[in-house]
């Protein structure tokens, strides 16, 4: 089946990628969660559109995601969230809350789909979360947890 996928797909593509999958894949995961929509000569043309969004968000080269990269690296970001007693959190910090954080630390604007939480944070304290800024290049990010 072939697609063109309208958002960042792990292991898979970018927004405005054409990609071949399996017809299950396809029809099952991706099209209802609206993260592509089927290829067709029409739908080819909202690709440039797509695309143009996408280099306007992303980070223009290498060089540009290395210098980002060592910004994040360099601070801590901290994380002000409702925990009980014992520092143990009422759900779990998630990846729109850290994008957030970043940004309100004076980093970049980070898409919440370029954020890996190995495990999930549920305790107050240092955590690290890993950020996609390039293809290329992945910063590792130290986030404090505060409870407040």
Known sequence: ???????????????????????????????????????????????????????????RDVSQAEEVKGRLEASTVALTVHAGGGGRLFGAVTVADIASAIKAAGGPDIDKRRIEVGQPIKNVGEHTVDVRVHADVSATVRLEVVAG
């Open 1 to 59: 089946m072939k697609l063109i996928l309208t958002h960042e797909v792990t292991n898979l593509g970018a927004p405005g990628d054409i990609v071949e999958v399996k017809d299950g894949y396809g029809r099952n995961y991706l099209q209802p969660r609206g993260l592509a929509m089927r290829w067709s000569k029409g739908a080819e043309k909202q690709i440039s559109s797509i695309k143009k969004a996408r280099q306007v968000r992303d980070v």
